[in-house]
């Protein structure tokens, strides 16, 4: 779809004075990307790929609780994680987004291309044998809302991350998986801070954030760096409503923010979007405000960051 046409859809939507929600998911169920949605491989492979991370830094999953920033419409990743061996996992967001429909065509999904999704988990499992029980488990599941219970999933919304309520202690790892972008920073750094409250002495902090332009994913005519062409006011008229608000913050920024809430990275990965790098080389005319980063800051399409509070004790 046209970027700028669904930029103005999603402007109308935002604006209505009722309902605006359930439009917008209706629009996207008959007409949008939800019309024939996308199986369940990203957030489910992103759950195994968590777990070799947390593994590989000595930091194992199994019987870990969880806390997710940004449920979303589905509950993919929790479902990985519970697959995996974690406990259980609070999942909170801002909008009550979750739509059991669609959690039930994630098991649908997995039910129907089961060994396919075995593999993923069973090659990134700490104990095989208790993953192969516990996908039976799951899939054995009489509909979304008992899945949920058996993956000791407890959907938080609307609610505040920056304020969970939850007990000092109570969480070993904090997580996130392409929502970073959509929330501004100073929030970022509440959400940080309330991490550190709820951390166990061992507790860490892995996000995965996306910071590309969102409407390049629909729109194969722009690339992922489209929207650094606008100025700060110019993009609030496309993208400053609640459907596609980005803040816009560059990978190494991103990196800067996890320091300055206070805590130490432990491992980080930035992938490069090379047509965006190539389109930098050949003069890609940048707002103002982009003009101070070098090429490589601007073409990151994605970066990952395991972290752990330098020092638990303090807020």
Known sequence: ????????????????????????YR??????????????????????????WL???????????????????RTDLPFGLYLLGAAGTHTFDLTRYLRLELVEFTLFC???DRRHYEEIFLGAAEDPDETRQRISTLLGAANAREAMRIAGIQYRAPEDA???????????????YTVNEHIPRPVLCGILKEAKRVLSPTGVVLHHIDPSDHFAHDDPSISSINFLR????????????????????????HHELFEQCGYQILREQTWTDERALNELRNGFPLAPEFQRFTQEELAGAVIRILARPEDPSQP
């Not at 970027?3 to 209505?16: E, M, T, V």
């Open 1 to 24: 779809m046209n970027w700028r046409l669904k930029s103005a859809i999603q402007r109308f939507c935002a604006g209505l004075p009722v309902g605006s929600d359930s439009v917008y």
């Open 27 to 52: 629009l996207q169920r008959h007409f949008g990307s939800l019309r024939n949605p996308p199986p369940p491989n990203m957030l489910l492979e992103g759950a195994a790929s968590f777990c070799e």
């Open 55 to 73: 593994r590989a830094a000595g930091l194992p999953l199994r019987g870990r609780r969880c806390m997710e920033v940004g449920t979303g419409r």
């Open 110 to 112: 997995m039910r129907r």
């Open 162 to 176: 920056t304020k969970t309520g939850l007990p000092d202690g109570s969480i070993d790892l904090h997580l996130s």
């Open 230 to 253: 606008f100025s700060e006011a110019e993009w609030q008229h496309h993208g400053g409503n609640k459907y596609a608000y980005h803040n816009r913050m560059r990978t190494h920024e």
